[in-house]
């Protein structure tokens, strides 16, 4: 007959560990759950201790597929009683108490010799931008926070974290990316499941056409600078990290090849009067007050102060809202969503569909010029 009760023993563990939820912050379902798993193990594990455990996750796995905050449960529970895990600052850690702090210093030593060689291979090799690189720290610096070493196991039971964080699927599958690079450059390879997300973008933070000529006139009248970089966002659809990149020279010539996301290679091309503007000049367009290439946020900053003094809602001042406007813009005056796609280098002939939808004003004025019954 399957066993369904506790020993006494075991019982006044299971009252213990429930009272330790007072200073917990898992939600009272989550704690719920907790008690059943940690109940679950001990009415079947042979011993209270890390060796049990093992043991009885060869011998449970059928169990722990319907129950999979077990794996989380269990080593809480035995760190609270001290078999073979220990917190420290809410975090887990594996290894008896007379070892403990020795082997959490040489486990910090040898995690930050990994992440640091990490990044290097992914600048080295991959050519990751300071962007990508600042991502990748963050994210493995959170995964080895809870965890001693990289394997399947653990990576899952971190992805099952967030997912219970509340993170959301952009996050989650942000980090899961992250993982699997690690993963590569370990020689460890790992499988996981991606949270599924539906591709969307928001249409109502986009200048309209209006707003995008109010802007400019009012740039060409205070920081001609300033209107001319307007116009190379609004008329190439170039991220601002490419932006950046250009000279008055690659104007000049009127079309370029630049090395933007994803290390990705693409084609800009400039209109006439962009390229007209740029004569007699020379050196990076964005430039700042000090003569130095600007950064990402600079132009952000700027693009914000200008939308505020010309009077343009500043939500619809930013980098990538003039990308979004060449988008519609395009789309409007050819229709042709494949050449859109190559001209903004999207993988994705879908990606790119997503500019075919209407703003929430578009689609209101559409809807009392069609509707008259």
């Known amino acids: 007959?399957?066993?369904?009760?506790?020993?006494?023993?075991?019982?006044?563990?299971?009252?213990?560990?429930?009272?330790?939820?007072?200073?917990?912050?898992?939600?009272?379902?989550?704690?719920?759950?907790?008690?059943?798993?940690?109940r679950f193990f001990l009415i079947n594990t042979k011993m209270v201790s890390r060796k049990g455990y093992s043991q009885f996750k060869k011998e449970h796995q059928q169990e722990i597929v319907y129950m999979p905050w077990l794996t989380d449960a269990v080593p809480d529970f035995l760190a609270s009683i001290g078999k073979g895990y220990r917190k420290v600052e809410g975090k887990l850690y594996k290894g008896s108490n007379k070892r403990f702090v020795d082997n959490v210093e040489k486990r910090e030593i040898r995690q930050k010799e990994i992440i640091n060689n990490f990044l290097l291979w992914l600048e080295n090799?991959?050519?990751y931008s300071q962007n990508t690189l600042r991502t990748y720290t963050f994210s493995i610096q959170d995964y080895y926070s809870y965890f001693d070493d990289f394997s399947q196991e653990n990576a899952r039971r971190y992805v099952a974290k967030l997912e219970q964080d509340g993170k959301s699927p952009k996050t989650i599958r942000i980090r899961i990316t992250c993982l699997e690079k690690l993963a590569e450059y370990l020689k460890k390879p790992i499988k996981l499941k991606r949270p599924k997300i539906r591709k969307t973008l928001s249409v109502e933070n986009i200048p309209t056409e209006k707003e995008y000529q109010k802007l400019l006139d009012y740039a060409d009248k205070h920081n001609t600078k300033f209107a001319y970089i307007i116009r190379l966002l609004g008329t190439t659809g170039c991220r601002v990290s490419e932006l950046i990149q250009l000279t008055y020279e690659m104007v000049q010539q009127g079309n370029v090849v630049l090395k933007g996301k994803g290390s990705k290679y693409r084609q800009f091309f400039f209109t006439k009067q962009m390229q007209e503007q740029a004569k007699g000049k020379s050196g990076y367009i964005c430039l700042n007050r000090y003569g130095a290439q600007m950064?990402?946020?600079g132009v952000a900053s700027m693009l914000r102060d200008l939308g505020e003094k010309a009077g343009v809602d500043r939500s619809k001042c930013?980098?990538?809202?003039?990308?979004h406007f060449f988008a519609k813009m395009y789309l409007k005056k050819t229709k042709d969503v494949v050449g859109l796609a190559d001209l903004l280098g999207h993988g994705s002939v879908d990606t790119t569909r997503i500019y075919l939808q209407k703003s929430q004003e578009e689609q209101k004025r559409e809807y009392n010029r069609t509707i008259t019954w």
Do not use: D, W
């Not at 939820?21 to 798993?37: D, P, Q, V």
């Open 1 to 38: 007959m399957k066993k369904n009760t506790l020993e006494p023993e075991r019982q006044q563990m299971l009252c213990n560990y429930l009272a330790s939820f007072n200073n917990s912050n898992l939600s009272y379902t989550m704690r719920g759950k907790y008690i059943e798993a940690v």
């Open 125 to 127: 090799e991959r050519e």
């Open 295 to 297: 950064s990402t946020r």
């Open 318 to 323: 930013h980098p990538h809202a003039f990308r």
